[in-house]
């Protein structure tokens, strides 16, 4: 234990990054040592080409636009502590270590409404804060390639946004699509073609064991 605490030690802000991101101070050492592995420069940060090194994330069809999300607002440098927050979204809720929480602070990164926000951020690409069918569409065609006809996909994506859009503006926004993605949302193709924002567990744990 005292070993790890002395390599622990070396994470710069360790102690506010794990009351920020609930993982435990073992995970967010693994973390910090896959950090350090892809800054293969020695920089002290990640640039997008860092990123795009990661196997994990380069047969990802939604590759692009996850590491799109380690870098917001036009950010072209990526430091320790961006990188644990972007993956904190990815732990499980149930994985949180509980001696570190206050209850006053701000909603768990991890917490199910904010997996949603990371989610919805993936396909709204142009910020307005909602979905459109374009939008959908675009993730659609990512997500299966070319084993469904565009006829098809474009069936998919309509059913998808009628099915999410209660106010009839055409879209789903974010209330909306926290409806539609909820264990007991609405019918099976916005369950398939929203639910695969789910990423999970293996994720965080390929990267942080540092697969691909």
């Known amino acids: 234990m005292g070993s790890l605490g002395s390599h622990a030690a070396r994470i710069p802000d360790a102690d506010s990054i794990r009351r920020e991101t609930g993982f435990s101070q073992a ?25 795009q090194q990661i196997g994990a994330l ?5 590759g692009e636009r996850i590491i799109d999300s380690f870098f917001p607002d036009g950010n072209l440098r990526l430091d320790f502590p961006g990188f ?13 270590d ?8 701000p909603e768990p990164l991890n917490s199910r409404m904010n997996k ?3 989610a919805f951020q993936l396909y709204d690409l142009d910020r307005d804060g909602k979905i459109s069918r374009h939008e ?21 994506a309509d059913r998808t946004v009628q099915e999410a ?13 926290t ?22 567990k293996a994720v965080r744990r390929r990267w942080a064991e540092g697969e691909g």
């Open 116 to 118: 949603l926000r990371f």
């Open 58 to 62: 380069a047969v990802n069809p939604l």
């Open 27 to 51: 995970s967010l050492l693994r973390l910090y040592h896959r950090f350090r592995a892809l800054d293969r420069n020695k920089k002290g940060y990640l640039s997008r080409m860092d990123l």
């Open 84 to 96: 644990v927050r972007v993956l904190a979204h990815f732990r499980p809720i149930d994985d949180e």
């Open 179 to 200: 409806k539609v993605t909820m264990p007991s949302g609405l019918g099976s193709g916005c369950q398939e073609s929203l639910g695969q924002m789910h990423m999970g």
């Open 98 to 105: 509980p001696g570190i929480r206050d209850p006053k602070e």
């Open 136 to 156: 959908m569409l675009q993730v659609l065609r990512l997500m299966v390639g070319v084993q469904v006809t565009e006829e098809q996909l474009e069936s998919i």
């Open 165 to 177: 859009d209660e106010d009839g503006d055409g879209a789903v926004s974010f209330l909306e699509f």
